[in-house]
Antibody, heavy 117, light 110 residues
Framework: QLQESGPGLVKPSETLSLICGVS?????????WGWIRQPPGRGLEWIAI???????YYNPSLRSRVTISLDTSKNQLSLNVTSVTAADAARYYC????????????WGQGTLVSVSS | EIVLTQSPGTLSLSPGERATLSCRAS???????IAWYQQKPGQAPRLLIY????RATGIPDRFSGSGESETDFTLTISRLEPEDFAVYYC??????????FGPGTKVDIK
């Protein structure tokens, strides 16, 4: 129901662009939508969440380089990460977040991103 | 800034045993906004518990969560099944930063 897509490989200093297609329900329906990443063999790192109204929250450690957006016409969310380095190599997950429960209740399978010249 | 600490880092147990996982927050977590996730190798995380103690849809009742205080939270697996051996993460929402994950506890087979 959530399917991430991305380039797979990005060069250092370039911009990483990811898309998450949502099927089976509308992103208009009262949830936050977010991105989480996981470097190989490591834990989960929250990146950002966004509500359709425009309320957006970012991880302060990534705030200067990331942008999350929602496209209701395509029922998808996007993430841009600028000036990537090797530290940005990870599996990137999109997920639905409920402000009522405070939790991510539906996750995509993730897309793996490598960084190399 | 709210930092989550999980202990132990690794828990080695046998099927049928009880698992007790701890998540401690450096500051009070508002409204008990603590969630627990299970992650198996090669899979996305799965929501187990939200609101510190509410089971997500379809989660077996051997999984339970509790909050001993506004900073101390526990996930208990009453009797480990073979499919429960995995990594477990806690997550807080509503603090500063808005959302953080703990480092995880690995439950492996003894």
């Amino acid at each position: 129901q959530l399917q991430e897509s991305g380039p797979g490989l990005v060069k250092p200093s370039e911009t990483l662009s990811l898309i998450c297609g949502v099927s089976g329900f509308s992103i208009n329906r009262g949830y936050f939508w977010g991105w989480i990443r996981q470097p190989p063999g490591r834990g989960l790192e929250w990146i950002a969440i966004m509500y359709l109204s425009g309320s957006t929250y970012y991880n302060p450690s990534l705030r200067s380089r990331v942008t999350i957006s929602l496209d209701t016409s395509k029922n998808q969310l996007s993430l841009n990460v600028t000036s990537v380095t090797a530290a940005d190599a990870a599996r990137y997950y999109c997920a639905r977040h409920s402000a009522v429960s405070g939790a991510f209740d539906i996750w995509g399978q993730g897309t793996l991103v490598s960084v190399s010249s | 800034e709210i930092v989550l600490t999980q202990s132990p880092g690794t828990l080695s147990l046998s099927p049928g045993e009880r698992a007790t996982l701890s998540c401690r927050a450096s500051q009070s977590v508002s409204n008990n906004y603590i969630a627990w996730y299970q992650q198996k190798p090669g899979q996305a995380p799965r929501l187990l518990i939200y609101g510190a103690s509410s089971r997500a849809t379809g989660i077996p009742d051997r999984f339970s969560g509790s909050g001993e205080s506004e900073t101390d939270f526990t996930l208990t697996i009453s009797r480990l099944e073979p499919e429960d051996f995995a990594v477990y993460y806690c997550q807080q929402y509503g603090g500063s930063p808005r959302l953080t994950f703990g480092p995880g506890t690995k439950v492996d087979i003894k």
